[in-house]
């Protein structure tokens, strides 16, 4: 294993990884198109969701937005101006 510093970031470690070469396909496929400057940075991005996976929604979070949206399908709702005019708030 050989160390690498980044400029910004803190020391970097070299790993070896064996991957199925059609899933390094798939990786060099991608890389680029996502807009990563190399295919050790999409790499390293993805294993950082990996540790920190994105937060996910609860289940009652997603029924309140499916509400909303119900509500605004029937013009049921208001915009923000209205809704302050209404509460009496000042911006």
């Known amino acids: 294993m050989?160390?690498?510093?980044?400029t910004g970031d803190d020391r970097m470690e070299k790993?070896?990884?064996?991957?199925p070469e059609s899933l390094l396909q798939r990786i060099d496929e991608e890389w680029e198109r996502r807009g990563y400057s190399s295919k050790s940075e999409a790499i390293r991005d993805a294993l950082r969701d990996?540790?920190?996976?994105p937060v996910t929604l609860?289940?009652?979070t997603l029924a309140d937005l499916e509400?909303?949206?119900?509500?605004?399908?029937?013009?049921?709702t208001v915009s923000a101006e209205e809704a302050r005019e209404r509460?009496?708030?000042d911006d």
């Open 15 to 19: 790993i070896n990884v064996r991957v």
């Open 67 to 76: 509400e909303s949206r119900e509500q605004a399908d029937r013009d049921e």
């Open 2 to 6: 050989s160390t690498d510093t980044d």
């Open 87 to 89: 509460l009496g708030l």
């Open 50 to 53: 990996w540790v920190n996976p």
């Open 58 to 60: 609860s289940e009652e």
